[in-house]
């Protein structure tokens, strides 16, 4: 079986085909790179995305935050629910932890400066 | 604030912030920023997906993060900046009106201007949608600055129109926060977004692309209702019988950004119809000596990684006009051929040295074709490309040997292979 698949971790996008044997992967083609095939093998067996978003700090301002490392893409909407839980004391910094082991061990970081 | 400047830098986002750097780091360390918002990044402090950077540090960063990569540097170097002020009008003498509620209105005098104002969203008068004008029509950066900035989700049921990279964006982060996006249409035959958003923001939320569809109809008194979508035809008009109603109660439109170019214009500073930013040399100055633009507002760039270098090379030409002064030119015009939209740099200087780099869109989606830079008849570049895309900012080097040769204008053109 074949897949087509856009490779997201560039903004070339490549398209790569990936041919399928059950659960096998026999080729890959079509990746400008290395990032691309990694990215390919991780798609067809356990998609996976960053997500981004924002929390409220308790002074009302919104903090932009991500998470550390791609988790499942099938688990993203809990992840969210999780994200809009988070009140953050202020000042936060870019890079600071604000909720560990979001998900798969995952952090959720602050991706802004908050005085 | 003083009222002289070496060099006067007018907006605080990415392009005027690496300006600023580059300016510094040449020689010149008397600079002046000038942003209208509250605080410096411009427009990125609202992007806070990732996929910043990946050129440029080689990691996939926030708007934010990227932001502040240049905050800091600018920072380092204590350069001034004034925040909520605003640039009301520039002369051609370099004169620069601010206003801000601190000290009200006053004039700045700079040896040097750097343009950095980026762009902004078309707005709905272009769009030319019947029906009455309801609540619930917002441009996709306007929902986003709602959304990521004040934390308010502006509808539940959207529809989006125009395919653009905001437009994506938004569709995604309007999902994530629990609003269902039904569709996206787009009255281009392509989207003029990348292709990976295209994969992370619809594909993977299951949201429909129309392509060569557009809103016909909006409905709705108060608020928005609904909409209808309908397909156009090779001349962008809708074609009867293939209506499709969808029950929404917000639209959003991405259709396009224009170069904020008020003050260029009021400085007399020659624009091209192209770009609808100024014409430029290959060190980004304009027809005007001393006054350089760089980022959004010269051209609409999708990657902010271009701007980053883009307003490097801006920035370090205002310090070398400050330190030097005005140049000796000799002049080798760069036009548009077939299927090419326009170029940039409109202008070369070929007693400035070193190689320029191309900057270039194409008119409509091509496969397999070449496209080339010609000079006096003969290829002086030439790149093949798989597929080439109008949303996809194409780039050609011309190298210092290759320009030293070249006395005739300089023609980038495109063609499909045999
Ligand atoms: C709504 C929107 C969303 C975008 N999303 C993305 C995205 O997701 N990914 C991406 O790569 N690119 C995105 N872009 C493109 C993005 O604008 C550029 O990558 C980059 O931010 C351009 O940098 P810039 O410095 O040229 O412009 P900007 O970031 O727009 O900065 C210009 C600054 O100048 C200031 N300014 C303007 N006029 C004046 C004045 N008269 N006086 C004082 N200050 C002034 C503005 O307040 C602003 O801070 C988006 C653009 C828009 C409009
Ligand atoms: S395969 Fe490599 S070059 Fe192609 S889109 Fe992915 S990361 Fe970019």
Excluded at chain 2, 6 to 25: K, N, R
Excluded at chain 2, 54 to 67: D, H, I, N, Q, V
Excluded at chain 2, 85 to 93: G, I, N, Q, R, W
Aim: proline share 3%.
């Amino acid at each position: 079986m074949k897949k087509t698949l856009t490779c997201i971790e560039c903004p070339l996008g490549c398209e790569i085909e990936v041919t399928m044997n059950g659960d096998e992967i026999v080729s890959i083609v079509g990746n400008g790179c290395l990032r691309g095939k990694a990215y390919a093998e991780n798609e067809v067996t356990c998609p996976k995305r960053v997500v981004t978003s924002t929390v409220r700090a308790e002074n009302g301002a919104l903090v932009p935050v991500k998470t550390d490392a791609p988790v499942k893409k099938s688990e993203m909407f809990e992840i969210m629910q999780k994200i809009n839980a988070v009140k953050v004391k202020l000042p936060v910094k870019i890079g600071d932890i604000l909720l560990e082991n979001i998900s798969d061990g995952a952090n959720l970081i602050a991706t802004g400066n908050e005085e | 604030m003083k009222k002289n400047y070496d060099i006067v830098i007018i907006g605080g986002g990415p392009a005027g912030l690496a300006a600023a750097v580059a300016a510094y780091d040449n020689g010149v360390k008397d600079i002046l920023i000038l942003e209208r918002e509250e605080r410096l990044g411009g427009i990125l402090n609202q992007c806070i997906h990732n996929g910043f950077g990946l050129t440029r540090f080689k990691e996939s960063l926030s708007g934010p993060e990227y932001a502040a990569r240049f905050i800091d540097e600018v920072q380092k170097r204590q350069i001034e900046v004034c925040t909520q002020t605003t640039v009301l009008a520039l002369s051609k003498e370099k004169q620069v009106t601010v206003i801000n509620s601190a000290q009200g209105v006053f004039t700045v005098q700079a040896k040097s201007v750097v343009l950095a104002m980026g762009c902004r969203e078309r707005s709905r008068g272009a769009l030319n949608v019947a029906g009455s004008r309801p609540a619930g029509i917002y441009s996709a950066g306007t929902a986003q600055k709602y959304v990521n900035i004040k934390g308010y989700l502006p509808g539940k049921r959207v529809v989006i129109l125009g395919s653009g990279d905001i437009g994506l964006i938004m569709a995604r982060r309007m999902t994530l926060e629990g609003a269902k996006v039904l569709a996206v249409c787009e009255i281009m035959p392509y989207s003029s977004g990348l292709k990976r958003n295209i994969a992370q923001c619809l594909d993977d939320f299951g949201i429909p692309l129309y392509l060569s569809h557009t809103i016909t109809k909006i409905e709705g008194e108060k608020r928005v209702t609904g909409v209808v979508v309908s397909k156009v035809d090779e001349n962008k008009r809708p074609i009867a019988g293939t209506e499709m109603h969808f029950d929404c109660d917000t639209v959003l439109f991405s259709v396009g950004l224009i170069p904020e170019n008020e003050l260029t214009k009021m400085a007399g500073i020659e624009l091209s119809p192209k770009t609808r930013g100024a014409v430029v040399y290959q060190n980004r100055e304009t027809d005007t000596d001393g006054v350089f633009a760089c980022g959004n507002v010269l051209q609409v760039h999708d990657l902010v990684d271009f701007v980053s270098e883009e307003a490097e090379i801006a920035g370090k030409a205002a310090a070398q006009y400050v330190l030097n002064g005005a140049k000796v030119r000799e002049e080798i015009s760069v036009n548009t051929g077939n299927n090419i939209s326009y170029v940039l740099p409109q202008k070369i200087d070929r007693n400035a040295g070193g190689q320029v780099k191309l900057f270039f869109r194409v008119t409509n989606t091509f496969k397999n074709c070449t496209i080339t830079a010609t000079s006096g008849g003969e290829v002086i570049a030439k790149r093949k490309k798989r597929i080439a895309v109008p949303g996809e900012m194409e780039t050609l080097l011309l190298t210092e040997k290759t320009l030293a040769g070249i006395n005739d204008e300089i023609v980038v053109s495109l063609e499909v292979d045999e």
